[in-house]
């Protein structure tokens, strides 16, 4: 009898594991992946487990708790876990799917802490979240994606650096929900055309009463064109790519009077385009052996881009998060959208006001060198710009945003195998403000930054 009953209890508690026993398995062909990653970051001001993004205004009559302030980080936010499924044939074209999550909580496109982490908090960093989700349909020639993940134009995946916030100076890295079709024109020529969401809507969640310019229902139009050849060598999987890319959309604004009882509309045009480019200049010289071998890559961009392609440049009352104002204004009134930080401009009469995006561009450009297959070294330097009109700056005396950022940054990385890499790395960043915020602090800030590394890839 007693056998009988722990034998009874045996089965009780294994029943919710034989429930559940399918979950880990799926009908296709499908490989986990991901890597654990490991951050320890030391910076001269204040900031989170990501550093990059604009510097605190240095302290003048009256110090900044966040530039007097040095800060010692450890994380482990960006280990990812992902799932590539390979599946049944469909009209000739091989299916697939790939989803990925990491512990960074919704979404580092803001820059710096996942949800807006201003001073003092922590946002939802340390939560699992969408990183990656899309489809694919692959013929010989033709690919198309739906689903989420890298925007479609001027994107050249070549920044090996330690942080999503670390030179962060395009936001066409980016992440969004798009279609994509891509084309081999020929051997080395490839294009791609889609249309994809015009705002991170990870972060803004659709919800119009949040962010108005989500529920304007206009998507973002793209394509871009690339040369890549393996003529001159390559390093890595990587051979000379040379590509251009753009897009052009629309965003809605919605405005109020100070008693928010009048609402007004009004529709920007947006558009943006990048020149990108991979050099192998001392390419490897046997195929797995990048000991020697030397590399250039970088891009230049502009445009009068939506927040989500705009450079970091951040409301100063939160310095992870984007401006998002369109900057061009004649008369103020309250700004509902499309960003949460866009309402810090109110007029009391409530008149209309006249606003226009301003011009952004910038460059970042990288060198890497490898010591030995396994040492290697990574030097990069960026710079982005925003025009704000006279006028705004005048306005935003007590809000303004930051126009302009530069930043340095070199590493030593070691793979000490397939799976195990080390690394360290020193940035140092240059800020410069619209205007004042209070005549007690400077229009310029700059840090400094030094981060340890250790991945481990599965």
């Known amino acids: ?102 512990f960074h909580g919704r979404s580092i496109q803001t820059g710096g802490l996942a949800g807006g982490g201003s001073l003092g908090t922590a946002g939802d960093y340390g939560l699992f979240a969408l990183n990656h989700a899309f489809m694919q349909l692959i013929w010989p020639k033709t690919t198309l994606i739906i689903g989420q993940t890298w925007q479609g134009w001027g994107f050249a995946p070549f920044m090996n650096l330690f942080s999503p916030g670390d030179a962060h100076l395009n936001k066409g890295f980016t992440k969004v929900p798009q279609i994509r079709l891509t084309q081999a024109l020929t051997k080395e020529f490839t294009a791609q055309i889609g249309a994809q969401a015009g705002m991170d809507t990870t972060t803004y969640n659709n919800v119009g009463t949040v962010a108005p310019g989500l529920t304007s229902g206009y998507p973002h139009f793209f394509a871009d064109f690339s040369y890549a050849t393996e003529a001159c ?33 009004k529709e920007l045009d947006t558009y943006g385009a990048e020149f990108y480019t991979f050099i192998p200049i001392i390419p490897e010289k046997k195929m797995g052996d990048k000991a020697g071998s030397l590399a250039f890559a970088g891009a230049y961009f502009a445009g009068k881009m939506s927040p989500q392609y705009s450079p970091w440049f951040a409301n100063p009352n939160n310095q992870w998060a984007d401006s998002g104002q369109p900057a061009y204004i004649r008369g103020t009134a309250s700004l509902l959208g499309p960003t949460a930080n866009d309402g810090s401009i109110v007029n009391a009469t409530g008149a209309a006001p006249e606003i226009a995006k301003p011009m952004i561009n910038g460059f970042w450009a990288q060198g890497t060198f490898y010591l030995t297959n396994q040492w290697w070294i990574n030097v990069f330097y960026g710079a982005a710009y925003i025009d704000y009109s006279s006028t705004f700056r005048n306005l935003s005396t007590g809000s303004a945003p930051a126009m302009r950022n530069q930043e340095a940054v070199a590493a030593i990385l070691y793979d000490m195998n397939p799976a195990v890499r080390f690394g360290i790395q020193w940035s140092k960043d240059w800020t410069g403000y619209a205007n004042h915020a209070t005549a007690n602090v400077s229009s310029k800030g700059t840090y400094d930054s030094v981060r340890f590394g250790a991945w481990y890839f599965f």
């Open 1 to 102: 009898m007693k056998k009988a009953l722990i034998v009874v209890v045996a089965l009780l508690l294994a029943m919710p594991a034989v429930s559940y026993a399918g979950s880990a398995t799926s009908r296709w062909d499908m490989t986990i992946g991901g890597y654990v990653k490991a951050d320890l970051n030391w910076s001269t001001q204040s900031v989170g487990p990501d550093s990059g993004g604009p510097a605190t205004r240095d302290s003048a009559n009256v110090q900044q708790p966040r530039r007097e302030t040095n800060s010692l980080s450890w994380a482990g936010g960006q280990t990812t876990l992902n799932f590539a499924i390979k599946g049944p044939d469909a009209m000739g074209a091989k299916t697939s799917a790939f989803v990925e999550g990491w």
């Open 233 to 265: 060598g390559k390093i890595g999987p990587q051979g000379l790519k040379v590509g251009v890319g753009g897009f052009f959309g629309k965003d809605k604004y919605t405005f109020s009077n100070a008693a928010v009882t009048v609402l007004s509309h």
